[in-house]
């Protein structure tokens, strides 16, 4: 199994301000990946990121928006940049150890 | 693309009620199938898994029964407890790809003594 923290818990923000999500993971692991849960909404696939290479945006999400770093096999953020209202959502980080996913326990983002 | 349709919650029972939430899909090829819970303050626990037609997922008294004729994916327990209270979101990982998971809304399930 693994082990994900992921930080900070909770934040509430001033629009137009930038957020950095951490995610530190007990295991080395080749994919880690972002989800977005909108309020009332399922979870969304921001990015895949893989470590030493760029990371792998869905439809509808840009790096501009959400620059992800990947610096080693055990670490990752997630950056929400110029925040709006409509970023408020709860950001989850996810790994996969065989053929099981594992995510951390979210961030719950509030824009103001 | 793929989807996952989830029974709208909330859904309030009385402790020892049998729960169904109902989930379908719609996916090309084989995929696998996920319930996953998410206890109130925690992330998402995997529940239980199915990985190819007539397989059944259990655990914690929990089953799911993965129906290719129906393309669905229930969540069944005979006897629910307060501790299950939690949401529930019903997934799929296509059968070709990295490891992309499909989610459902979820559905709220509030067990009342």
């Known amino acids: 199994s693994a082990v994900i923290s992921q930080k900070p818990s909770r934040d509430i923000c001033q629009r137009g301000t930038s957020l950095t999500i951490q995610c530190q993971v007990d295991?080395?692991?080749?994919?880690m990946f972002w989800y977005r849960q909108q309020p009332g909404q399922s979870l969304t696939l921001i990015a895949t990121a893989n470590q030493g290479s760029e990371a792998t945006y869905e439809s509808g999400f840009v790096i501009d928006k959400f620059p992800i770093s990947r610096p080693n096999l055990t670490f990752s953020t997630l950056t929400v940049s110029n925040m709006s209202p409509e970023d408020s959502s709860i950001y989850l980080c996810?790994?996969?150890?065989?053929?099981?996913?594992?995510f951390g326990q979210g961030t719950r983002l509030t824009v103001v | 693309g793929d989807s996952v349709t989830q029974m709208e919650g909330p859904v309030t029972l009385s402790e020892e009620a049998f729960l169904t939430i109902n989930c379908t899909y719609t996916?090309?090829?084989?995929?696998?199938l996920f319930w996953y819970v998410q206890y109130p303050g925690e992330g998402l626990q995997l529940l239980l898994k199915?990985?190819?037609?007539?397989d059944k997922g259990s655990n914690k008294g929990f089953e799911a029964t993965y129906r290719k004729e129906t393309t669905s994916f229930h969540l069944e327990k005979g006897s629910v407890q307060v501790s299950d209270s939690a949401v529930y979101f019903c997934?799929?990982?296509?059968?070709?790809?990295?490891?992309?998971?499909?989610f459902g809304k979820g559905t709220k399930l509030s067990v009342i003594p």
């Open positions: 996810s790994v996969v150890l065989g053929t099981e996913a594992f």
């Open positions: 996916a090309t090829g084989y995929p696998s």
């Open positions: 295991s080395q692991v080749t994919m």
């Open positions: 997934a799929l990982k296509s059968s070709a790809g990295s490891y992309q998971l499909t």
């Open positions: 199915a990985t190819k037609a007539d």
